[in-house]
């Protein structure tokens, strides 16, 4: 078949497509959304949530605050708003960090939350200022119980203006580039907290705009972008986003394919930066030779084909993809840290080459990537 943009959809006889069976699985549309709120230390995470459970949105929330105690089995406020009206209840979530908690009890209380559905229609989590978000995001596609009832719909981060390049600087305890792939990779903190939110982020609020200069807010707009070049950023007074819906609620950050790299930039923070390749149309039978390519990228951090004297050693926090396949349906890649999907594209695509989208450690000149990426899939048709 042609290539042609503007070919008419074909039209199916709906009078002989087959009747559907009643479904098993709980149809995609009926899964509650969760937004994951992140940011350091006093970044304006609470501020943001009170702001969003004041606006009118018509969405009923189902808020957890993840609050760092040390007391044991602290309980947890869960706030559910509806028409402005709050009702809040108590919800335990276990003690210590989010990414452990949410692993184990963490996991019980949202699917206890789960039990209760119907009260609400949307979940916002606020994770603690040390929470590193790569550890939390890949649970709604590794736990099937909770995947089925819950996907995830973004990482919001929020960054203080003031303070973030501060944080940024912060000289790294460790100076290994990639460590051990447990995970638990958080408990020897090779980077700052504050690249990790920052490189994990689906939007990014740049609060606080009230305490620095015009100046001072681009630099660190600009060095921001360095380190995530495809994260929307928002600048804000208070957490107040323009609108909340699009920008915090319903990003379909992990669904959609639509991302813009901001470009320049790209040496400004030695830790982390972004980089994208492309690739024209593939065949459908090319897919599997980028799931290996992804699996030696991801899982084992090695780079196919790459220089035999220098080979980059690298970590990847974050990595987005589109497949453009005209004999098949397009594909969308998704990873955080090693785990990734390879999943089928809701509609076509309007792009018409493939790209993939790469955020992490040590990653080096696109170029490199780019040439590994184009021999993988010239020796897939060999
Ligand atoms: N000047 C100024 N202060 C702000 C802004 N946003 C939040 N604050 C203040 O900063 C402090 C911390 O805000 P929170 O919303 O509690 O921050 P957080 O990220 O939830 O903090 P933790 O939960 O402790 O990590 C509060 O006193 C806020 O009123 C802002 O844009 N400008
Ligand atoms: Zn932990």
Not at 75 to 100: A, F, R, Y
Not at 202 to 223: H, Y
Not at 313 to 337: C, T
Request: charged share 25%; with cysteine; glycine share 6%.
């Amino acid at each position: 078949m042609l290539e042609d943009d503007d070919a008419p959809p074909e039209l199916v006889d709906v009078s002989t497509l087959p009747v559907e069976q009643d479904a098993v699985e709980e149809p995609a549309q009926s899964r509650v959304p969760i937004t994951i709120v992140t940011g350091y230390l006093g970044a304006g995470k609470t501020t943001l949530l009170n702001y969003i459970l004041t606006e009118k949105h018509g969405k009923k929330i189902a808020v957890i605050m993840n609050e760092f105690g040390d007391s044991t089995d602290i309980e947890k406020p869960l706030t559910v708003n509806q028409d402005g009206q709050e009702v809040t209840e108590w919800m335990e979530v276990g003690n210590g960090c989010i990414c452990c908690s949410v692993k184990d009890t963490g996991v019980m209380a949202l699917e206890s939350l789960m039990g209760r559905r119907g009260t609400f229609d949307y979940i916002l989590l606020e994770t603690t200022g040390l929470a590193d978000p790569g550890n939390i995001a890949p649970i709604f596609w590794m736990d099937e119980s909770l995947g089925s009832s819950i996907y995830l719909d973004g990482i919001v981060t929020l960054v203080d203006a003031k303070n973030i390049s501060k944080l940024l600087d912060e000289p790294s305890p460790e100076e290994t580039v990639h460590d051990d792939h447990d995970d638990h990779r958080h408990d020897s903190p090779t980077l700052s907290m504050a690249h990790m939110q920052i490189s994990h982020a689906d939007v990014i609020i740049l609060n606080k705009a009230d305490l620095v200069s015009e100046t001072e807010l681009e630099a660190v707009r600009d060095r921001i972008s360095a380190i995530n070049g495809v994260a929307r950023v928002h600048v804000t007074d208070h957490s107040k986003t323009p609108q909340i819906e699009g920008v915090v609620l319903d990003l379909h950050a992990y669904d959609a394919v639509d991302f813009d790299i901001t470009k320049g930039h790209s040496h400004i923070d030695p830790a982390i930066s972004t980089i994208s390749i492309t690739h024209a149309p593939i065949s459908s039978s090319q897919v599997p030779a980028v799931d290996a390519w992804l699996r030696s990228v991801l899982w084992e951090c090695t780079l196919p084909n790459s220089p035999q004297d220098k080979p980059p050693r690298f970590d990847i926090h974050r990595l987005k993809g589109l497949l453009v396949v005209p004999d098949g349906p397009d594909k969308i890649i998704q990873a955080v840290r090693e785990i990734f999907e390879i999943r089928e594209a809701q509609a076509s695509s309007e792009s018409r080459e493939c790209k993939i989208v790469l955020i992490g450690r040590g990653l080096g000149e696109a170029e490199v990537w780019q040439r590994s990426f184009d021999e993988c899939l010239q020796a897939s048709l060999e």
